[in-house]
């Protein structure tokens, strides 16, 4: 596939990576000297110019390319971009956004600004953050198979009971699997007799119950469906839109915003939400307050430095979650070691989400762990594929690539992967993979 990616910032950058190995990628960058950079750090072609005039898409031949996917950090320059693409041929367009309000624009009329798909960075990100909130001891959870299969992914902690045990002591579950462990640089597959360690980041898969069945034995001391005290620092529009996710699920956060008028017009919007107005960075307001109790506190201010503060401010009352959005990548590792319990980068979250649409083509659903080290694919077998006919323990004995089966959903029922479960046509099977072979295990379903 011939794919254009505008913008080589970090979100560009992170596409063109998982892209380059399998399809022939262009980027266009104004900056000359990154578009250089980028030349030589990903073996891609690059184009220097406004990726938003005929005249630059004409030389990165935008008209013969199947994929137009706009990323860079304005708006409306991504939203010229795909209206610009469309008047040079017939390539899907994908723009990049963090208005809500161009997607309710684009949702309500079909391909408006000529974007086929369109992704909005603050929606994502408060996504993300909900579905971490509904299962509380993970660090990543995503759903599969139509809700039937769900894959998290959790952080063993020294204290946790399963630290020690081996993969055959933890699970416990007739509905789950261990389909990896992610130790320092290495990634493992895991077998019965491997041994869990604290520091690890263990991947399972499995029917929605039996992974909430599990993180309760991850972390006994955290509530095994949801958080009853939620309290969400910052009323930007990732802490609105998480706060409006949270309602709808029936719970009710209370929201801490310090400018007045935007207080009141979260007030008016948010029905099921305590929003207060007052500095959430004051630690004598936030212990009058009984932050301190919350189960889960999400920081969601406009700066870094300031949800570092008030993340630190949480985790020193003793509220046991933390969960923090960090817009620069390099600050991610920053906030996790000195013990922030999940930090979520919009741009990677919005990045993951374009990887995983580019790649429908080949799987029905996909989820990008550990900064792309391993990807879980739901891949829907055809008649004659070379996967259907064979026991799970052949397939893993005669194809040379490190996957591991997870689940399978065959006529609407989960069916647990066992050595000798034979596949069928139509059934829909969630792996995961190393990310060098996610082409080749496609490649046979």
């Known amino acids: 596939m011939d794919v254009v990616i505008v913008g080589a910032g970090e979100v560009g950058t992170s596409i063109a990576a998982s892209l380059a190995a399998d399809h022939e990628v262009v980027v266009i960058d104004v900056d000359a000297d990154r578009a250089e950079q980028l030349k030589y750090e990903l073996d891609v072609l690059t184009v220097a110019g406004d990726g938003t005039t005929a005249d630059v898409q004409t030389t990165a031949a935008v008209g013969d390319a199947d994929m137009l996917i706009a990323c860079t950090d304005d708006d409306r320059t991504n ?9 040079l041929g017939d390539a899907f367009t994908i723009a990049r956004v963090k208005s809500t309000e161009y997607l309710r624009t684009w949702e309500a009329a079909e391909r408006a600004f000529g974007v086929d798909f369109m992704v909005c960075t603050d929606l994502q990100a408060a996504e993300n953050i909900v579905r971490v909130i509904g299962l509380p001891s993970a660090i990543d959870v995503d759903p599969f198979a139509n809700g039937l299969v769900q894959m998290a992914e959790f952080e063993i902690a020294e204290e946790s009971p399963v630290a020690g045990q081996t993969v055959a002591e933890a699970d416990r579950f007739e509905s789950l699997t261990f389909v990896g462990i992610f130790r320092d640089d ?21 029917s929605p119950e039996s992974v909430h069945l599990f993180a309760t034995d991850v972390a006994p001391e955290a509530t095994p469906d949801r958080a009853d005290e939620i309290v969400i620092v910052g009323g930007s529009e990732i802490g609105y839109q998480t706060a409006r996710l949270l309602e709808e699920r029936a ?3 209370r929201l801490i915003e310090r400018d007045g008028e935007r207080a009141r017009s979260l007030a008016e919007d948010l029905p099921n939400t305590i929003v207060m107005e007052h500095d959430a960075t004051d630690a ?38 933390v969960i923090a959005v960090v817009d620069s990548p390099d600050y991610v590792t920053v906030f996790e070691e000195i013990g922030i319990d999940i930090a979520i980068n919009p741009r990677t979250v919005t990045a993951e989400e374009i990887t995983r649409f580019t790649y429908e083509s080949i799987a029905e659903n996909i989820a990008v762990l550990e900064n792309d080290r391993a990807e879980v694919l739901e891949l829907e077998l055809t008649e004659g594929c070379e996967l259907v006919g064979q026991p799970v323990a052949d397939l893993v004995e005669s194809i040379d690539v490190r996957f591991v089966i997870g689940a399978i959903t065959r006529d609407g029922e989960l069916v647990t992967p066992r050595g000798d479960t034979v596949l069928r046509p139509g059934d829909h099977v969630v792996l995961l993979v190393d990310t060098a072979g996610v082409s080749e295990i496609a490649s046979l379903a």
């Open 79 to 87: 939203l010229v971009t795909c209206g610009t693409a469309k008047t």
């Open 186 to 206: 290495e990634m493992v597959l895991p077998r019965g007799d491997t041994v869990i360690c604290a520091a690890d980041r263990a991947v399972v898969i499995g």
């Open 251 to 253: 719970f009710r956060p």
């Open 284 to 321: 004598e307001f936030l212990a009058r307050e009984h932050v301190d109790e919350a189960d889960i506190v999400v920081t969601a201010l406009s700066s870094d430095e300031k949800n570092l503060l008030v993340s630190v401010l949480a985790k020193r009352m003793g509220v046991e979650r």
